[in-house]
């Protein structure tokens, strides 16, 4: 079974340049969610999707940031435009169950976003 | 708000040596707590999770922590350090929304 695969696994950009990430969960994943890990911080929860429905969005920083999960299968988040501060590392995770809090959520490889 | 707390950017053992990596929790209601790692170029891997079952939960390659509600803490431990063993440990809490708060990571180095 294929695990949580991210695209790309790197990204330097331009500082007001447009960047889009993509996540693809484990087939059959009702959850994805979306982190990210600034240098030396830790791992922050940005937003979280049941099916193709946004189930919280509390943690995106600012309206820079556009979430969207097409069909309940892959998701998106696009940076536009792109800001020194959101370099870092941004990580993808799914998880089976909708009600379950304890189901395992597995990580993808990250997609490290470089802004210059 | 739940959070939890590293205690130790790095950790250095020897091969061989016992591994403890600490890690603190603060919470209102019972947590649920994970401890997650990341190998070099790899994504996070589950090592294991308490989940109120058993305080003592055995994980994957060794590994084991023990929940103590006395000492909120959810300290991860090896009896024996292996060379492959080197890379970032994440303790978490999970809120009932189902997003993982994270530590800071504790980086575990293994020298020969």
């Known amino acids: 079974e294929a695990g949580v695969t991210q695209f790309p696994s790197h990204s330097v950009i331009e500082k007001g340049q447009t960047v889009t990430l993509r996540c693809d969960p484990i087939?059959?994943?009702?959850?994805l969610y979306w982190y990210r890990r600034v240098m030396g911080k830790e791992i922050k929860f940005l937003l979280h999707?049941?099916?193709?429905?946004?189930?919280?969005e509390s943690g995106m920083p600012n309206n820079r940031f556009l979430a969207e999960r097409t069909g309940g299968t892959y998701s998106t988040l696009k940076v536009q435009p792109a800001e020194l501060e959101d370099s870092g590392v941004y990580f993808c995770?799914?998880?089976?169950?909708?009600?379950?809090?304890?189901?395992?959520?597995?990580f993808g490889p990250g997609t490290r976003l470089t802004v210059l | 708000a739940q959070s939890v707390t590293q205690l130790g950017s790095h950790v250095s053992v020897s091969e061989g040596a016992l591994v403890l990596l600490r890690c603190n929790y603060s919470s209102s209601v019972p947590p649920y707590l994970f401890w997650y790692v990341q190998y070099p170029n790899q994504g996070l891997q589950l090592l294991l999770k308490?989940?109120?079952?058993?305080?003592l939960v055995k994980g994957i390659n060794g590994f084991e922590a023990e929940f103590k509600k006395s000492e909120t803490s959810f300290h991860l431990t090896k009896p024996s350090a292996h060379m492959s063993d080197a890379a970032e440990y994440f303790c978490?809490?999970?809120?009932?929304?189902?997003?993982?708060?994270f530590g800071t990571g504790t980086r575990l180095l293994v020298s020969p």
């Open positions: 995770a799914s998880s089976q169950g909708a009600d379950r809090v304890t189901d395992t959520q597995y």
């Open positions: 308490y989940t109120s079952a058993a305080t």
């Open positions: 999707f049941v099916k193709e429905s946004k189930q919280d």
């Open positions: 087939s059959g994943h009702d959850n």
């Open positions: 978490a809490v999970i809120t009932g929304f189902q997003k993982l708060v």
